[in-house]
């Protein structure tokens, strides 16, 4: 009895206790840290001990404040004045001595302004919508056209049909539009006569302008601004006055002033149309944010994975002569690392498809972008789960599907009322592989598209993570969203894997 006591305290302190100790150097202390920092408007960047501090400030605010003289030494110590700048300053600082002196610090209320405790204030932002409006799921307006722009040489059809016309309210201002534009197969085209170019080329091109040199390039500026101006306004005191300005403070022909009289005219027309356009050419847009695209990915790649990976496992779990080589095959991607995977598909996307389809943008297509990163993260995840799927298959006795055989039962129902429940524990793993990796995600959409996901909306939660901390200085903020995905990977994969549990056990 004495020995299997001391046998089971060998066994704790030999393996038990060690392994322990690693969990809690590796995992609950880094937690702990990343709780602390996720109450603070930590930078990323300073320290809780600053490096260097004016004599002036020093002194006043920490060591007036210290009560013990030993910590007044010991911070002294540590913190050496240096004339030539007026500063104290400190050098590497590691293990119980940094920590004292963290302690001292904080006892005499000292904290950096980029590392102070804000409390909840990060968890409330990220709730309250107080972070970027590209992190949640919003509509919003996309303007088309801007009134002080020149008129686009040519618009694609379905927006100019779909979204200008569709938003105008009245019969006149379609019919403005359709003298302005004409249609063709794919665009709207502007007449040469509405040109902007052309129209102000008639004013450039007056003799006094660009042949005698006697009116000033600048002033003809001025010109074209005024009664482009007039013309949004649709102004005529504004147009004659800018017009009848230029003519008493220049002098030119009679024919060169009815000529600028003319095209004055025709810009200021044109104005009217430029506000149109730019009042109705608006589209109402989703944009699924780092929130919504996260969602959007792990339901995605969770669902297609998983049909994709048991389908490959329901044909190479037939007796075929080449099923060894095909599931090496369907096995290969997941060998190959994640960044090679998305720097491969990227050259596909951005090189080979857009040569063969005709197709411009495919990964730069925000509507095209989202469903191609779940593809290529299927096509290397399904091979995994295949071969749990396969092993799940093989594990299943013969006996089961001869009885069902014998039964009468069809294949349909041999694979809805045998294959189907018996799969289930290999099926329980797959779904928290699957759940766990989608949620998990970076390194693919990193490599594949970059800063550039937040045009595309194709921002993971992990990689918004990734830039908060390391781009926006919001190390803070960012381990706050990190905590937030910790739990809810926490609570969606338990919840999954009770769910699953529970029908195992019925079985």
Same mark, same amino acid.
């Given at each position: ?27 609950i ?18 320290p809780?001990?600053?490096i ?29 004045f ?6 104290y ?27 102070r405790?804000?409390?909840l204030?990060?968890?409330?932002d ?8 590209r992190?949640?799921?919003r509509?919003?307006?996309k ?13 694609p059809?379905q ?17 403005? *539009?359709?003298e302005? =534009?004409?249609? +063709? $197969?794919?665009?709207y085209? %502007?007449?040469?006569?509405?040109? &902007?170019?052309?129209? /102000? ?5 007056l ?6 040199y006697?009116?000033p390039?600048?002033?003809?500026d ?21 017009v009848?300005?230029?003519?008493d403070?220049y ?11 003319e095209a *004055?005219?025709?810009? =200021?027309?044109l +104005? $009217?149309?430029?506000?149109l %356009?730019?009042?109705n050419?608006? &589209?109402?847009?989703? /944009?699924?944010g ?8 792990m ?26 080589f095909?599931r090496?095959?369907?096995f ?12 491969v ?10 040569a063969l389809?005709g ?35 093989q594990?299943i ?7 069902a055989?014998?039964d009468?039962a069809?294949?349909r ?5 045998v ?6 524990p ?32 194709t ?6 993570i ?8 919001l ?13 809810a ?7 999954q ?10 079985l």
């Amino acid at each position: 009895m004495v020995g299997s006591k001391l046998k089971r305290w060998l066994y704790f302190w030999v393996f038990v206790l060690p392994a322990l100790a690693a969990y809690a150097m590796f995992f609950i202390n880094p937690f702990a840290q990343g709780i602390r920092i996720s109450f603070t408007n930590w930078d990323g960047t300073t320290p809780r001990t600053p490096i260097s501090m004016a004599k002036q400030q020093f002194e006043e605010q920490v060591l007036s404040r210290i009560e013990r003289e030993e910590d007044r030494e010991f911070l002294l110590q540590i913190y050496s004045f240096d004339p030539a700048d007026d500063r104290y300053k400190r050098y590497e600082l590691i293990g119980r001595n940094r920590n004292r002196v963290v302690r001292i610090l904080n006892r005499v209320g000292y904290r950096p302004e980029s590392y102070r405790y804000v409390g909840l204030k990060n968890y409330l932002d990220i709730f309250t919508g107080g972070v970027e409006e590209r992190f949640y799921p919003r509509t919003y307006s996309k303007v088309n056209y801007n009134q002080n722009s020149s008129l686009p040489l040519e618009i694609p059809r379905q927006e100019f049909e779909k979204v200008f016309l569709a938003n105008l309210r009245s019969e006149a201002e379609g019919d403005l *539009a359709s003298e302005v =534009y004409t249609p +063709g $197969e794919d665009v709207y085209t %502007l007449r040469n006569e509405f040109d &902007e170019f052309t129209l /102000e080329d008639r004013i450039w091109l007056l003799p006094e302008v660009d042949v005698e040199y006697t009116v000033p390039p600048g002033a003809v500026d001025e010109l074209i601004a005024g009664v482009r101006g007039a013309g949004l306004a649709q102004d005529r005191n504004a147009l004659e006055q800018t017009v009848s300005q230029f003519l008493d403070s220049y002098t030119l022909s009679e024919a060169s002033a009815a000529e600028l009289r003319e095209a *004055a005219l025709d810009i =200021y027309n044109l +104005g $009217e149309f430029k506000r149109l %356009l730019a009042e109705n050419w608006i &589209e109402r847009k989703f /944009e699924m944010g780092v929130v919504g695209f996260t969602l959007f990915f792990m339901f995605f790649n969770v669902l297609f994975s998983n049909i994709l990976a048991f389908l490959l496992a329901l044909a190479l779990d037939q007796k075929l002569k080449s099923r060894t080589f095909l599931r090496t095959i369907f096995f290969l991607p997941n060998v190959l690392s994640m960044i090679v995977v998305a720097l491969v598909w990227s050259f596909v996307f951005f090189n080979l498809m857009p040569a063969l389809t005709g197709i411009e943008l495919w990964m730069g297509d925000p509507a095209k972008a989202p469903w191609l990163i779940v593809m290529v993260q299927v096509w290397r995840e399904a091979g995994y789960l295949m071969v749990i799927y396969l092993a799940g298959l093989q594990s299943i006795p013969t006996d089961v599907h001869e009885a069902a055989l014998i039964d009468g039962a069809k294949p349909r129902q041999k694979l809805r009322y045998v294959t189907l429940p018996l799969l289930i524990p290999a099926l329980t793993i797959c779904l928290f592989l699957s759940l766990s990796n989608s949620l998990k995600s970076f390194d693919l959409v990193y490599a594949m598209v970059g800063p550039s996901g937040y045009a595309l909306g194709t921002v993971p939660f992990v990689m918004d993570i990734f830039f908060d901390a390391f781009a926006k200085r919001l190390a803070g903020l960012a381990t706050a969203k990190a905590m937030l995905l910790f739990f809810a990977i926490l609570l969606i994969t338990g919840f999954q894997l009770t769910v699953m549990k529970r029908k195992e056990v019925r079985l």
